[in-house]
């Protein structure tokens, strides 16, 4: 039995939160739910409220706090003889001054509106002390399908490509829905393409999977679409990507 | 019943030719799978692959043939007294030289290997003439549940919009990919994240769904990020979307 901790209720603590409870071989013995300017060691509370007693003391206390509050709070754990491990993807596991540490990063976006299963959610693990591992891995494995060894140089690639597929793909759509909503159109017209493109990754690589009038250098279609944008942000945005799909399929041309 | 015949066996064409084979009240009397500059009128060829007879004349000629070739193909359409409707988001329908003339566009992304089911693809229909909306009506409603009465100006946007969401990012998918291999990081990893990403705008707006360093103004990684991206093209877009996203949302920081 792994008893934890997790500080921090955000989007990533209620999703672990949630996973904890039903996870076999793991009791959750601490959520701390208080602003962290507050948060003392003393102020651990096991989740029946009580405090928590030297008896409850966590194997393992997982920060589920902002980038920015992770060296701070870890700060305050500093005495402890647990295993400490932060969530972030960007954030050097050194970082933390603490005895024993390491990375718990779920490679997913999440949302509280929504908690969702982690079972096939990547978890990419490390610790600094090799006899710390079995530990992570353990409760990793609880509870996903998916567990990574992954160091914090890999890490911080992985979060970068995220960035990617995740923040500027969200903020693509976001371009797609203000074309719609300035030509009366619907942004849930665009709903089953995204969805198809997503789909179409598991099983074709995203190289074989690009069409469109860059990737077939239609420079008729491309001065067409370059006029109908007035935005200047989102006319940058299309040369851009525009010469940058040419310039990965030039070869073939 | 409407006695229909296919132009152009790619993606597109194939999808329909499955789609009709199914649908009730539409009788597909001709698939052209002929090189373009063999075909001519004679030659189009009901299914049973016997000559086309006048009793057959179909009601309605679908061009789904590439961008390029639907003027020329179309030319040679012209004595028609059917209606002639192509498939593309961004050829305007006056392009056409036949007396009757109209769109069907399906706003969807189409593969030879997978035959998608067009019931949930939204049908963008458009006709010159009032008396022939009805026809391409019925046959779209055949097909699809989405069925959308869209102009030529409008369909240019939402192309233009599709090439945002479908084309750019899969483009993302792309270098997220090469950050993976370039990392020895599979890109299956990345796979619940696209996943997950596009499935979450079918509930949220794009705008409340953002997230991200750029979006929480996070100076610290948005930096850590440019220093660890060699590529100068990646780089290019790493800068230019964050500056897009911190524009969308400068007020409220």
Do not use: W
């Amino acid at each position: 039995m792994i008893k934890i901790a997790i500080i921090g209720n955000g989007n990533v603590g209620s999703t672990l939160n949630k996973a904890f409870s039903k996870a076999k071989n793991v009791q959750l013995v601490g959520v701390i739910n208080s602003r962290l300017d507050s948060f003392e060691i003393g102020q651990v509370r096991n989740t029946k409220k009580e405090s928590l007693s030297v008896a409850d003391s966590p194997d393992l206390y997982i920060l589920a706090v902002s980038d920015d509050a992770i060296v701070e709070v870890s700060k305050k754990l500093k005495g402890t003889k647990s295993l400490v491990v932060h969530t972030s993807g960007s954030v050097a596991m050194k970082e933390m001054p603490v005895a024993r540490k390491g990375v718990l990063y779920p490679l997913q976006t999440f949302s509280k509106e929504s908690l969702l299963d982690l079972r096939n959610v990547p978890l990419c693990i490390e610790t600094e002390k090799e006899e710390d591992f079995k530990i992570l891995q353990d409760l990793a494995t609880a509870l996903s399908k998916e567990v990574y060894k992954i160091s914090s140089k890999q890490r911080a690639k992985l979060h970068l490509a995220a960035v990617f597929v995740n923040n500027f793909v969200n903020h693509m759509y976001k371009i797609g829905s203000d074309i719609c909503l300035n030509n009366d159109l619907s942004f849930s017209m665009l709903k089953p393409l995204i969805s198809e493109t997503a789909k179409k990754v598991e099983h074709l690589s995203p190289e074989t999977a690009q069409t469109g009038p860059a990737r077939r250098a239609d420079t008729g279609t491309i001065e067409k679409h370059l006029d109908l944008l007035s935005d200047t942000a989102h006319k940058e945005i299309y040369s851009l990507m525009t010469r940058s799909i040419q310039k990965t399929y030039e070869k073939e041309l």
